[in-house]
């Protein structure tokens, strides 16, 4: 079956602090994995692929295809990267259906 | 441009009202997407439509109907709403080239069936 697992609803640090968000998924073919970013009062946005290998607002992700794993990690939280984070899987063949993980909150603490 | 925008932003119904959602994009997307959130779920792909004129179901596709008669717009329509119907609409859309998991999302529209 096809999944998406972020397994922690919650994740609290303080300011300064490294900050890592997992995301496992299940897929039985070649997937590409995003992560989506939702701040508060505004809509759901992109915030980086793996297939670009970038880092974008201090955040990375590599996947991990022998761990199925596309943890979003940046190594000093900022009190602005408060949001919900979601995961995101699509197959690589051209189908339409993306799988979401349920999000994790992201709360920076000063 | 005002990208994608969704009408209403919320609505109450009774159970067994019909009501259809506005999806409009200004971007000239071919693709349009219509998914659903409930508390503690990710979002569930609803329909999708890949050019006017066509539409195809998604993950959960039971209860709506949606049509596409002008490219900039997707409408969902509900027919008889129930309370199971109670959550949080988003619309999206893309265009070919672009990775198929990478969407622009409109605000949302909220709804609940009494």
């Known amino acids: 079956a096809q999944r998406v697992t972020q397994p922690e609803k919650l994740l609290s640090v303080f300011k300064g602090a490294p900050v890592e968000l997992k995301c496992n998924y299940s897929?039985?073919?070649?997937?590409?994995l995003f992560w989506y970013v939702q701040y508060s009062r505004q809509r759901l946005q992109l915030l980086l692929r793996h297939i670009s290998r970038e880092s974008i607002k201090g955040f990375t992700a590599d996947l991990n295809k022998g761990e199925t794993s596309f943890h979003l990690k940046k190594p000093f939280a900022q009190e602005e990267d408060s949001a919900m984070y979601y995961c995101a899987l699509t197959g690589s063949t051209g189908g339409f259906k993306t799988i979401f993980g349920a999000g994790t909150r992201l709360f920076v603490k000063a | 441009n005002a990208g994608v925008t969704q009408t209403p932003k919320f609505r109450v119904l009774k159970t067994g009202q019909s009501m259809t959602l506005l999806c409009a994009q200004d971007m000239n997307h071919e693709y349009m997407y219509w998914y659903r959130q409930d508390p503690g779920m990710g979002l569930r792909l609803i329909h999708y439509?890949?050019?006017?004129?066509?539409?195809a179901k998604g993950e959960v596709p039971d209860g709506y109907n949606v049509s596409r008669l002008k490219k900039q717009n997707f409408l969902l329509g509900l027919e008889s709403a129930a309370p199971s119907q109670t959550s949080v609409y988003f619309c999206?859309?893309?265009?070919?080239?672009?990775?198929?998991?990478?969407?622009?999302f409109g605000p949302g529209t909220r709804l609940t069936v009494l």
């Open positions: 439509s890949v050019g006017e004129g066509t539409t």
């Open positions: 999206a859309s893309s265009y070919p080239g672009l990775p198929r998991g990478e969407q622009f």
């Open positions: 897929y039985s073919g070649s997937p590409e």
